[in-house]
């Protein structure tokens, strides 16, 4: 199938182009020609001066994140976790998200029905539940329940070398991109203060040295500069959230090659929507320790040289919230750095060399904004009528909604 698009913009030049898709990747990129046939077995789409943009990327993203706290999710069945996950991904293809990346949650079913497009959504990468110390932020059980689950849908408690080796070679048989770990206290988990730093450096370097035997790296949910400097020091590759960290160590993330996932629009969504979402009190108390600390820690991070990402991490019914992270992000950031954040920057950080980029060869997972995103950068996280998602070659999503 052979699909044209006319008459765009690509986000850094003012020139028009015509952009050609072929087999499900980008074949040619030429001026605009204008009007006129485009072959007789070529779809056309006008793009009417408007911008093209690669598919977004979101790497931070949680499928099965279907209620704002863990026990709560962990109380409903697999089969139900994982339907309601199978519409999150719809919602956030039809948004522009042609990848996501689920740092706590997924299993083998769920992406082989979205990887067979069984179910649409994004091209979907996961980690299986994260990696969580007893009492530490994957750990649900609060201190005054007597509960006998060490397993849930988004976090497994595994303490200690041994086990942690098996726990990442378990994940790695059932086809998980990376490992995701628990580094620090977070904060919708019930017993761990948010300053606390979690693992011992033995049990962070052994999942780090097992999940780069297999060719992947781990992802470590982190806020203060301690746990981040703990775990970029034991070889994690990406710092989730990471809010409290300081000049140190945005210095000791550069120098090391890892990169910083921000999720400002958690904490945002949260200290406006959380009670009525089922946040504790506990959980607002938290979050109040970090949502301010947010994009200044996305500002020490670029003056480092870190390389910065972008995720959005809501849950429950927050998830409707993914599109205003771009905005908050670009307060930080401005909208050119925070663009390349959710699209080149995510795309390597995964590994993904075939996407995040506007190229001849390169996937044609791509979007078009109704307008010229430089003189309106709200096109960029508002879904207007016009906005078109393109997934391997084929129009996916027109005006927020999933073409069947």
Known sequence: MTLVVRDVRLAADDAPVDVTLSDGLIDAISPAAGPGPAGDDAEVIEGGGGTLLPGLIDAHFHAYGVEIENLAINAHPLSYVGIKGAVRCRAALERGFTTVRDVAGGDPGLAAALRERVLPGPDYFYTGPALSQTGGHGDEHP????????????????????????????????????????????????????????????????????????????AAHAYPAEA?????????????????IDEGAADDMAAAGAFLVPTLVAY???????????????????????LLRGQDAVQLAHRAGVRV?????????????????????????????????????????????????????????????????????????????????????????RDGRLVD
């Open 143 to 218: 201190g005054v329940l007597d509960l006998c689950s060490g397993h849930g849908h988004m976090g497994e408690v595994v303490d200690g070398v041994d086990a942690l080796r098996a726990a990442v070679r378990k994940r790695f048989r059932a086809g998980v991109h990376a490992i995701k770990v628990m580094a620090s206290g977070g904060v919708v988990s019930p017993t761990d203060p948010i300053q606390l730093s979690q693992y011992s450096e033995e049990e962070l370097e052994t999942v780090c040295r097992e999940a780069a035997r297999r060719g992947s790296y781990v």
């Open 268 to 290: 945002d969504a949260m200290s406006r929507r959380g009670s009525d979402s089922g946040l504790s009190a506990e959980g607002l108390r938290k979050n109040g320790e970090v």
């Open 228 to 244: 981040v400097r703990r775990a970029v020091a034991a070889g994690v590759r990406s710092i989730e959230h990471g809010n409290l």
């Open 309 to 397: 990402g972008w995720g959005s991490d809501l849950m429950g019914d927050l998830e409707d919230e993914q599109l205003r992270g771009l905005e908050l992000q670009a307060d930080a950031s401005g909208l050119d750095e925070t663009l390349r954040s959710a699209t080149e920057v995510n795309a390597e950080l995964m590994g993904l060399t075939d996407r995040g980029r506007i190229e001849v060869g390169l996937r044609a997972d791509l979007l078009i904004l109704p307008g010229r995103l430089a003189e309106d950068p709200a096109l960029l996280w508002t879904n207007r009528p016009g906005r078109i998602v393109i997934q391997s070659g084929r129009v996916a999503a």
